[in-house]
């Protein structure tokens, strides 16, 4: 068994793996390390050599099922659409509830003002009632902060999905890794979307059609 | 001594409907002399320019504690060490109620702590226990 001269190769393109990489590796290059030791394990093998070659053998199933598993997850459309799209709509929950507090806000400061005009038994009431809605509207400052809270932890997972795109994904493959599934549902269906593809939930203001536009839309089919 | 309901008050937040929300809150117990800032630097800039008591300067700042650039606690601690400032009155009004956060306000020399929701009259409580019954 000419295993030395082989291990010699071996822990040479480790060392240079380990250099150009670090401690983080694509698991294609794993799969590779372990098939080449497979192949050094040539000549008279003794019990202890058959059990290691099973045991190697193993783990390179284990990783190659590992990787077609994790890459059918599709961790690309989760990082390049699903997290930031979950981030816009959290975003946009913010804004509509500052924008109802204000209107809440607005509709309350009318009630104080004609509260100068009216019995004063009634103003008290007037008073009391406003002051419990100023206090409501404090939600909207609980809220926007448990989402920011809910948007960086968002952050932080696609910080490591990125990681594990990089792992699975040798450079080069990227465009294919970030392909969006809605994007290839829509080509499998042909142009016209499924109903599913049609639930997008509320637009962004930028995105949403204005009234306007739809009532024009709606004109060209009469 | 009375308190004196014309007094300046500077409130800091960095949510704006927080400022309108605390801002009726104090027109309704008769305080409307206030001022408005977004962060603790914004907030330390107007309290560096009017001072603190008498006629021009704040009689009391009500601060949030999580604002970027500078937090409330910033803030407070800038307040404490500056020689002009030092007294004025600096109610925290934040959600954060862990007890550390507690324990580092009154450290700092906060003089009194509201968690975040409240209501009316934990804020006059708490006004009344800094400057006195108005």
């Known amino acids: 068994m000419a295993a030395t001269r082989v291990d010699e190769g071996l822990a040479a393109r480790l060392e240079e793996i380990r250099r150009e990489k670090g401690e983080t590796i694509a698991v294609a290059e794993v799969a590779e390390v372990v098939e080449s030791l497979l192949t050094t394990m040539t000549g008279d093998l003794t019990a202890d050599d058959v059990q290691l070659y099973k045991e190697l053998e193993g783990l390179a199933r284990y990783i190659h099922a590992a990787r077609a598993e994790i890459s059918s997850i599709n961790p690309g459309e989760i990082q390049s659409d699903l997290l930031p799209t979950a981030a816009d709509e959290l975003d946009a929950i913010v804004e509509a509830t500052e924008k109802a507090t204000n209107q809440i806000m607005d509709a309350a400061e009318v009630l104080e003002e004609v509260s100068g005009d009216v019995a004063p038994e009634v103003a008290d009431k007037l ?30 997972i696609e910080e490591r999905v990125d990681g594990l795109v990089r792992a699975f994904h040798p450079a080069g493959d990227d465009a294919a890794a970030a392909q969006p599934a809605a994007e290839g549902r829509a080509k499998a269906a042909g142009d016209t979307p499924s109903d599913e593809d049609l639930l997008n939930g509320p637009q962004s203001a930028e995105d949403a059609m204005k009234q306007d536009d739809i009532d024009a839309l709606l ?4 | 001594m009375a308190v004196d309901k014309n007094m300046k008050v500077l409130i800091v937040d960095d949510y ?25 630097s914004a907030a330390l800039q107007l309290l560096r320019a009017n001072g603190a008591g008498g006629p021009q300067g704040y009689g009391l700042v009500i601060s949030d504690w999580n604002m970027e650039p500078m937090t409330g606690l910033q803030l407070l601690r ?17 959600a954060e109620s862990k007890s550390e956060n507690v324990i580092a306000a009154k450290e700092a020399g906060v003089s009194n702590y509201i968690v975040k929701p409240f209501n009316a009259e934990t804020l006059k409580s708490k006004m009344v226990s800094v400057l006195g019954d108005f």
Do not use: H, W
């Open chain 2, 78 to 94: 800038e307040v404490r060490a500056d020689a002009k400032l030092k007294g004025v009155p600096f109610i925290m009004v934040t």
């Open chain 2, 16 to 40: 704006k409907t927080m400022l309108r929300i605390i801002r009726n809150l104090l027109r309704q117990l008769g305080f409307t002399n206030i001022d408005e800032a977004t962060d603790g």
């Open chain 1, 127 to 156: 008073s009391d009632a406003t002051t419990r809605i100023y206090e409501a509207c404090t939600f909207q400052d609980i809220t926007g902060q448990r989402i920011t809270k809910v948007v960086r932890t968002l952050k932080q």
């Open chain 1, 219 to 222: 004109a060209d089919f009469d």
